[in-house]
C-alpha cells in the first residue's frame, strides 16, 4: 500500500513563505505521477501542481505559478511545494496525491485521477 505523509503546513503572515514535503512510501516501482491539491471548505479541491516521478516533467496552476513551486527528490519518492509570497486566500488545507505508475499529462489537476492520498497539512495565512 502507498502512503503519503505531508508536513510543512503552518501560520504565517501575508508575505511569508513555507515548504510543503511529502514522502511517499511503499511504492514497489518509483515512477508515477505526484501532486499537490488544496481545498477549503465549501469548494472543491484544486489543482495546484504536479510531477512526474521518474522523468521530472512539472505541471503548475496557471494562477499560481508564479509563486508556487513544485520540486522532487526521485530517490526518496518525495515532493515539495515552495510557497512564496503566500497570500490570505492561499489559507487552505493542502493535500499530497498520487496515482501509481502514471504519468500526469493533461489530466493532471483531475483530482479523479489519483489514487492515494494523504491527510492533508495546514497552511493558514493572516493579513
Known amino acids: 500500500d502507498v502512503q503519503l505523509v505531508e508536513s510543512g503546513g503552518d501560520s504565517v503572515q501575508a508575505g511569508g513563505s513555507l515548504k510543503l514535503t511529502c514522502a511517499a512510501k511503499g511504492y514497489r516501482y518509483a515512477s508515477g505521477c505526484m501532486a499537490w491539491f488544496r481545498q477549503v471548505p465549501g469548494k472543491e479541491r484544486e489543482g495546484v501542481a504536479a510531477?512526474?516521478?521518474?522523468?521530472?516533467?512539472?505541471y503548475h496552476a496557471d494562477s499560481l505559478k508564479d509563486r508556487f513551486t513544485i520540486s522532487e527528490d526521485i530517490g526518496n519518492n518525495t515532493i515539495y511545494l515552495q510557497l512564496n509570497n503566500l497570500q490570505p486566500e492561499d489559507t487552505s488545507m493542502y493535500y499530497c496525491?498520487?496515482?501509481?505508475?502514471?504519468?500526469?499529462?493533461?489530466?493532471?489537476?483531475?483530482?479523479?485521477?489519483?489514487?492515494?492520498w494523504g491527510q492533508g497539512t495546514q497552511v493558514t495565512v493572516s493579513s
Open positions: 496525491a498520487a496515482a501509481w505508475r502514471q504519468t500526469c499529462g493533461s489530466g493532471w489537476h483531475s483530482r479523479n485521477k489519483y489514487e492515494y
Open positions: 510531477v512526474y516521478i521518474g522523468g521530472g516533467n512539472r
